[in-house]
T-cell receptor, first 111, second 116 residues
Framework: KQEVTQIPAALSVPEGENLVLNCSFT??????LQWFRQDPGKGLTSLLL?????REQTSGRLNASLDKSSGRSTLYIAASQPGDSATYLC??????????FGAGTRLTVKP | EPEVTQTPSHQVTQMGQEVILRCVPI?????FYWYRQILGQKVEFLVS????????KSEIFDDQFSVERPDGSNFTLKIRSTKLEDSAMYFC??????????????FGEGSRLTVL
């Protein structure tokens, strides 16, 4: 089973800054890795999915990378905005049946 | 845009009572999941369901829990004899993955269970 860790637990940045969120996982035979956003009291919104055969995915100001050999994924957010404030979660699976989550990084973007 | 829907959004129950949480996954999805998130803690995997049977379950998913797909659209989580520590947000998710490729997990908004 994947064990997923996210660092840092919390991050505060001024508006406009570029930032990187980190995710590490234990099983290099990862099947897929997905990044989510969670607003307080809300569900999880999918941001990006990276399949094991891929190295990165991009959507707008977001770019996620996957390095299986080092057991790491990063989520890069360009030109951060106050509306980006949320908790960002990564989840990794060794198959379709079992995606495991990290504890998340709580991001605050200050105006 | 298709979405996963969950009911109820919030349920309050007395300890020892049975609870059924309901989910309608996205219609062409094949894999269904339940996760839970205790307040302030990480999202925890409970169970996955594929082809009308449980594919995998975590150590949390003991005999107190059961899942069912009673018809072609609903996916339910039953918690028998609820305990105080079952208080959490329960999330349903679905995935259109095929055998050869992983799919994107889509989550519902969650059902908040409060056990008194």
């Amino acid at each position: 089973k994947q064990e997923v860790t996210q660092i840092p637990a919390a991050l505060s940045v001024p508006e406009g800054e570029n930032l990187v969120l980190n995710c590490s996982f234990t099983d290099s035979a990862i099947y897929n890795l997905q990044w989510f956003r969670q607003d307080p009291g809300k569900g999880l919104t999918s941001l990006l999915l990276i399949q094991s055969s891929q190295r990165e995915q991009t959507s707008g100001r977001l770019n996620a990378s996957l390095d299986k050999s080092s057991g790491r994924s990063t989520l890069y957010i360009a030109a951060s905005q106050p509306g980006d404030s949320a908790t960002y979660l990564c989840a990794g699976g060794s198959n379709n049946n079992d995606m495991r989550f990290g504890a998340g990084t709580r991001l605050t973007v200050k105006p | 845009e298709p979405e996963v829907t969950q009911t109820p959004s919030h349920q309050v129950t007395q300890m020892g009572q049975e609870v059924i949480l309901r989910c309608v996954p996205i219609s062409n999805h094949l894999y269904f999941y339940w996760y839970r998130q205790i307040l302030g803690q990480k999202v925890e995997f409970l169970v996955s369901f594929y082809n009308n049977e449980i594919s995998e379950k975590s150590e949390i998913f003991d005999d107190q829990f059961s899942v069912e797909r009673p018809d072609g659209s609903n996916f339910t989580l039953k918690i028998r004899s609820t305990k105080l520590e079952d208080s959490a947000m329960y999330f349903c998710a679905s995935n259109r993955a095929g055998d050869l490729s992983p799919g994107e997990l889509f989550f519902g908004e969650g059902s908040r269970l409060t056990v008194l």
